[in-house]
């Protein structure tokens, strides 16, 4: 039996072979019937069989194929469902739509009844009023591919965006990934530009862009993204209340987007004329986009306050209202999201009144009353929550982020919502608490509450540290640094790697203040760790040795930095290939060390190589880029090439002003070197004023005992000197 059902799968599985096996079979049966004289019909009736037995094996060979191709487009297509739904879980829309044809509320533009009311015939979308900035925005866009929209709170910066994503020319599908994760996922996990052809015409909308985490959305995605689809665009939005905070999070992402656009809340007096013309009975006392939002009906009420209220005794303008609202708003801006207990509000009144006579609890009763009735929109300016039986207070959104432009919370309050948080230990929210403070210049606060903060949220205080930094304010970073180093010793012990991590950051703080002694002793105990922990040759042992020769250099030992960085630079070269960033940065320090060594060929070599890989790498208008040139221009000056130095110089100043900011630390190191130049060249009052101009920026950043500014003091002295201004060198 196993034999005949061997015999009978084979014949199945070979159908053809199977078919030639009958015929022949059927030949040779009537060959020999003839030959023993069998009867015809016998002979027909033997044929008859063997034909119906080859018609039945053809046949059930037909239907099993035909149950295995119904098996295969039912695993296809439950393949092609799934992958539908978890592609719709990643992006807001799928299959992509034309962007001119897109449902603008689903990309984030809020839909508006009165805006509505002006829709003209043949046309699904409200008419959109012209902004000052949006020539800016297209240029920008036509011209890098990438433009960012920094929004003033309520200024419709979405709205906006949405009309940037609609090319003039081309029509394009749009893609609108999920925050925080769903670009990733959409790129990585579900391959989705497998699903779109390189000549499709697509723009990357990323609405609130600071949503995405930092693995979500990546300046290497945005490439992999560019290099197959060419020509797409990228639109991204954000708040300018989150705009520091993600840049200092996120640098490499703020750098590939370049110069961002900025809309302001409050139109311009063109733009306001343009508004009236398309929406003649609407009033934009309070912005363009407040207009048609719930926001406006609320800011007419706080501008009014409560003139109806039975308690003041001057019946005019409630102060005690107004008051509630402000404690409430101001409450919301320190962070928290934890609501303002009721029970707190009259001593925190008491702040914003002449009066220092308490509050009839009546009185409040009714200011609350008259803060949380609702508009004619049905939105309150507070609204009560009730939670775990007590009842907390928690100001509108937007009218809160409003106000927080102009106004920061008094010191009280701030006070008040962190003693709040630690009293539950509500470690979460003193870290927001203390983010925001430390954001607002709020110091003490924030330091107190990183002193009340626990492990679990280390990453509100690693937010401080990496704002401060981008900001070029290390003298505020200092103590933060200093906590977390204090956090993680307590947490790990004193040989976990994230403690020489936050070894290595505080020597780099400290260095960057100029105290080179406290650097070195940082960075030599980091080194001990990350080599116990990740053997001699990993790249973090060799991004140490790389900052142990920078402080070697400082301290004019450049033989040591320079064998420091040699030896960084190979474990670098070997564990992170030859054209990594990381070895780009060490290439250059080496050209550092060479040309303190009077070696300037060498390191014009060095510098030109750092160049190469950070133009690769970066892109040609990153701060990396600039710093590669402020050095190659060292090597030119060293050469005896001022005017290549020059060039080189402005370039360098160039990139870094516009990636920075006009008054960041590096572009002072900049404008030193092109003072320098300048007084070479005999341009004296030119040298002075860009010399004084790196001083200011210097003296502001970095105290006046960094070195840097001493640097820049020195080359002062020499152009006043040649100008013979004796008074100019007793000021400095």
Request: one cysteine or more; proline letters at 4%.
């Amino acid at each position: 039996m196993v034999l005949i059902r061997k015999m009978v799968r084979w014949l199945r599985d070979h159908w053809l072979a199977s078919l030639g096996i009958c015929l022949v079979a059927i030949a040779a049966i009537q060959q020999a019937l003839g030959a023993v004289g069998a009867p015809r019909t016998l002979q027909v009736a033997v044929i008859v069989v063997a034909a119906i037995f080859a018609l039945m094996l053809e046949l059930r060979n037909l239907q099993e194929k035909r149950r295995a191709d119904e098996l295969s487009a039912r695993q296809e297509a439950k393949k092609e469902a799934d992958w539908q739904n978890e592609i719709n879980r990643c992006l807001t829309v799928w299959p992509l739509p034309f962007v001119d044809e897109v449902d603008q509320s689903i990309l984030g533009v809020k839909r508006s009844h009165l805006a509505d009311s002006y829709l003209r015939n043949g046309e699904h979308r409200p008419p959109y009023i012209r902004r000052d900035h949006d020539e800016d925005a297209r240029s920008t866009l036509r011209r890098s591919g990438l433009l960012l929209l920094i929004g003033a709170p309520a200024s419709g910066e979405t709205r906006t965006a949405f009309e940037m994503a609609q090319d003039e020319v081309t029509r394009r599908r749009v893609i609108a990934p999920l925050p925080p994760d769903g670009f990733r996922k959409a790129l990585d996990e579900l391959g989705l530009l497998s699903h779109l052809e390189p000549s499709e015409k697509i723009v990357l909308w990323l609405d609130r862009i600071n949503e995405f985490s930092n693995v979500g959305l990546t300046v290497e995605m945005l490439q992999r993204c560019r290099e197959h689809l060419r020509g797409m665009r990228v639109v991204a939005t954000i708040s300018s209340l989150e705009y520091d905070t993600w840049k200092a999070e996120h640098h490499h992402l703020a750098e590939e987007f370049g110069r961002p656009v900025f809309l302001e809340r409050l139109p311009s007096e063109d733009e306001l004329r343009r508004a009236v013309a398309s929406y003649p009975e609407v009033d934009f006392g309070h912005g363009i986009a407040a207009a048609f939002s719930e926001v406006s009906g609320l800011l007419d009420r706080l501008r009014s306050g409560n003139s109806m209220c039975p308690y003041d005794p001057t019946g005019g303008d409630c102060s005690v209202s107004r008051s509630t609202v402000a404690v409430a708003l101001n409450w919301a801006n320190t962070g928290t999201k934890r609501g303002l207990p009721i029970a707190l509000i009259p001593d925190l009144v008491l702040g914003y009144r002449a009066s220092s006579e308490s509050v009839d609890s009546q009185h409040m009763a009714g200011a609350i009353e008259w803060a949380t009735a609702p508009t004619v929109e049905g939105a309150r300016l507070v609204r009560e929550v009730t939670a775990d039986g007590s009842v907390t207070l928690m100001a509108h959104k937007q009218v809160a982020e409003i106000v927080s432009v102009h106004e920061n919370p008094p010191k009280r309050i701030w006070e008040a919502a962190l003693g709040e948080a630690s009293i539950d230990g509500d470690s979460r929210n003193i870290g927001r608490i203390g983010f925001k403070a430390h954001v607002r210049g709020c110091l003490d606060i924030s330091s107190r509450a990183w002193e009340a903060i626990d492990s679990s949220n280390e990453r509100y205080i690693e937010r401080a540290a990496s704002y401060s930094r981008a900001q070029g304010e290390y003298r505020n970073e200092l103590s933060i640094r200093t906590r977390i180093l204090n956090l993680y010793s307590g947490m790990y012990g004193l040989n976990h790697p994230k403690v020489a991590t936050a070894l290595n950051e505080l020597g780099t703080v400290f260095y960057k203040l100029g105290q080179c002694d406290q650097a070195r002793k940082m960075w030599e105990r980091a080194l001990i760790i990350r080599e116990q922990v990740f053997g001699l040759d990993a790249p973090e042992v060799g991004a140490t040795i790389n900052n142990l020769g920078n402080v070697w250099l400082t301290l004019g030992r450049p033989d040591s930095a320079r064998q420091m960085y040699e030896r960084a630079l190979a474990i670098s070269e070997r564990t992170l290939g030859s054209n990594a960033p990381g070895v780009g940065a060490t290439a250059g320090n080496l050209g550092n060390a060479w040309l303190t060594l009077g070696r300037p060929d060498l390191a014009r070599q060095m510098y030109e190589r750092a160049l190469a890989i950070s133009q690769h790498a970066f892109g040609p208008h990153h701060p990396n880029v600039a710093d590669a040139l402020n050095d190659l221009g060292n090597a030119w000056f060293a050469l005896g090439r001022p005017d290549l130095a020059r060039q080189t110089f402005e370039r360098a100043l160039n990139i870094s002003q516009s990636a920075l900011g006009r008054d960041h630390p590096k572009a002072a190191t900049v404008l030193n070197n092109l003072g320098d130049v300048w007084h070479y060249f005999g341009k004296l009052d030119q040298a002075r004023r860009t010399l004084l101009r790196a001083l200011n920026i210097s003296e502001r950043a970095l105290g006046l005992d960094h070195p840097d500014v001493a640097k820049t003091l020195i080359s002062l002295c020499r152009v006043l000197h040649d100008l013979g201004e004796p008074s100019g060198l007793a000021n400095v």
